[in-house]
């Protein structure tokens, strides 16, 4: 049993780390070789020990793994957060790996979205200037703004809490704003940590179709960090990450999402971690 878990990978990955591509679609995201080594002589952690994936564009991918195994460190230096001490990353065809601190910061608005466990809104902004604020940043001109956030809200079905500030939202409702604003931009990629980790289970469920429908109905490729088996059924693919290496991959495929949720289960499992909430 162990050895099916233990035996990687599929197309995708073997494709980044050959760098032959996949399927002559050009990924959205190139992750090849990274290492990041944190400490000194005496204490070195090697949080992420040569992680290569791509993801195409349209993808929706979670990223799984027990505590410690790298997951927020390599969500962070895909995000630009934080550098990679070897290897390259490319968003775009783009290898940020190499870019300066004001390109980043450049990039990082132009090109990523980002959602938190922690919605971040501005308090003193309702949920429509929370959403507008980032097409003004990116210079969007005024007169195309309104059209956009009130199309973006709709699809996301948050219509009626535009008017509302964040502390007469419910942290659902924060988290789809937040969803929103994160698309706003039209970014070519999302980056997620751990957006349902403080919702209760109905929220938390409609965070995620909330997601599916960003996936599917807005196009948005998306990048999930989480620890929850339920919250990864709803992507497509999930890379399990083991000590700063990528242990396994598996695809959701024509499956159900329960079905999905049942193999995410035995990884899971296998690894040691936690399977989350089994809904
Ligand atoms: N700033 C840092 N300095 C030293 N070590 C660090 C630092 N940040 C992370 N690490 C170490 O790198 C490894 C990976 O950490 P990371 O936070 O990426 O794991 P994770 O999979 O996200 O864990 P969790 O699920 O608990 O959040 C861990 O051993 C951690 O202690």
């Known amino acids: 049993m162990a050895e099916a878990y233990a035996t990687p990978i599929s197309s995708s990955t073997e494709a980044a780390r050959t760098g032959q591509g996949f399927g002559g679609v050009q990924p959205i995201l190139s992750v090849r070789h990274i290492e990041k080594v944190y400490g000194t002589k005496d204490s070195i952690t090697h949080a992420l020990a040569g992680v290569s994936f791509d993801v195409v564009p349209g993808e929706f991918i979670g990223i799984m793994g027990p505590s410690g195994s ?19 990353i490319l968003i775009g065809g783009r290898d940020i790996t190499n870019l300066r601190s004001r390109e980043l910061a450049r990039f990082r608005r132009d090109e990523l979205g980002f959602i938190f466990q922690d919605s971040n809104l501005l308090d003193t902004l309702n949920g429509f200037e929370n959403i507008s604020i980032a097409l003004s940043i990116k210079g969007i001109p005024a007169n195309q703004i309104s059209a956009k956030v009130n199309a973006i809200a709709e699809t996301l079905g948050v219509s009626d809490v535009l008017k509302k500030y964040p502390y007469q939202m419910s942290g659902g409702q924060k988290q789809r704003i937040a969803a929103a604003r994160a698309m706003a931009a039209d970014p070519k990629l999302v980056l997620a940590d751990e957006p349902t980790g403080a919702l ?78 089994a809904r």
């Not at 997951?71 to 290897?87: E, R």
């Not at 890379?239 to 396994?248: E, P, R, Y």
């Open 70 to 88: 790298g997951k927020t460190t390599l969500l962070n230096c895909v995000a630009t957060i934080d550098t990679v001490t070897s290897g390259h």
């Open 200 to 277: 209760d289970s109905r929220s938390a469920t409609i965070m995620l179709e909330t997601m599916e429908m960003m996936n599917a109905h807005l196009g948005a490729t998306i990048m999930m960090v989480t620890h929850d088996s339920y919250a990864a059924s709803f992507a497509k693919r999930i890379l399990f990450i083991k000590d700063g290496t990528v242990f396994n991959e598996i695809r959701r495929g024509d499956t159900s999402r329960k079905d999905f949720f049942g193999r995410i289960m035995e990884v899971v499992t296998f690894l040691g971690g936690d399977a989350g909430d």
